[in-house]
């Protein structure tokens, strides 16, 4: 599948950090008209900015382009092994916020146990937006990082309840959980991130 232009600009100053439109559609192997129409449109839909300028070997100055990190975010949800976390990412996937809280002496059993973790998600959403400084227009959308017990006792409409009508994604916690036993410990308090990840890649970086 051809990768679109705006994907490759993203991946390329997300990978390389901010580039001028001239080091992009070289990057991209795009034609310039092609890359400074979609950085015009990523501009406007306040993803990238202009972050400054460097000077070229022919003496004509080229200005940057690079993500911006202080309009748009993504919102990750973890819900896995007993803790619900929740964060606040920028779209070069560092956290701005974050908060988490044990579910584990939830009776999952009961029919209003999955009213109770979207209740308890909603509230620690709003103090993170409160503390951020955030409104909904500055939030792309969510992820959910949520390992299949979770998953299968709660249902799948969880998700859209958590979204709180955002754009939602759903991203399986078992993977993450396999490569932790096998290589490297993750922590349940930080799955959130991948839930955010989730997004990213999603509304950002998917062909």
């Known amino acids: 599948m051809k990768m679109k232009v705006r994907t490759k600009i993203l991946s390329a100053i997300l990978h390389d950090g901010p580039c001028s439109q001239a080091e992009l559609a070289k990057k991209c192997t795009a034609s310039p008209s092609a890359v400074s129409e979609e950085c015009r449109r990523l501009i406007s839909?306040?993803?990238?900015?202009?972050?400054?300028?460097?000077?070229?070997?022919?003496?004509?100055?080229?200005?940057?382009?690079?993500?911006?990190i202080t309009r748009?975010?993504?919102?990750?949800?973890?819900?896995?092994?007993?803790?619900?976390?929740?964060?606040i990412i920028t779209l070069d996937g560092r956290t701005l916020e974050k908060e988490t809280l044990s579910i584990s002496e939830y009776d999952l059993s009961k029919p209003d146990s999955?009213?109770?973790?979207?209740?308890?998600?909603?509230?620690?959403?709003?103090?993170?937006?409160?503390?951020?400084?955030?409104?909904?227009e500055n939030i792309l959308g969510v992820g959910v990082c949520m390992d299949s017990e979770l998953s299968s006792r709660l249902g799948s409409d969880i998700i859209s309840k958590l979204s709180n009508g955002y754009p939602a994604f759903f991203?399986?916690?078992d993977e993450y959980l396999a490569y932790s036993q096998a290589y490297m410990?993750?922590?349940p308090e930080e799955m959130y991130v991948f839930g955010g990840a989730k997004v990213i890649r999603e509304l950002l970086l998917k062909n």
């Open 72 to 87: 748009r975010f993504a919102v990750g949800i973890g819900l896995c092994r007993g803790v619900i976390s929740a964060g």
């Open 114 to 136: 999955g009213e109770r973790i979207i209740a308890d998600a909603s509230e620690m959403l709003s103090r993170l937006f409160k503390n951020c400084c955030l409104s909904g």
């Open 45 to 68: 839909e306040g993803i990238l900015l202009k972050t400054g300028r460097h000077s070229l070997a022919s003496g004509r100055g080229g200005t940057l382009l690079g993500i911006d």
């Open 185 to 187: 410990p993750i922590n």
């Open 171 to 173: 991203e399986p916690a």
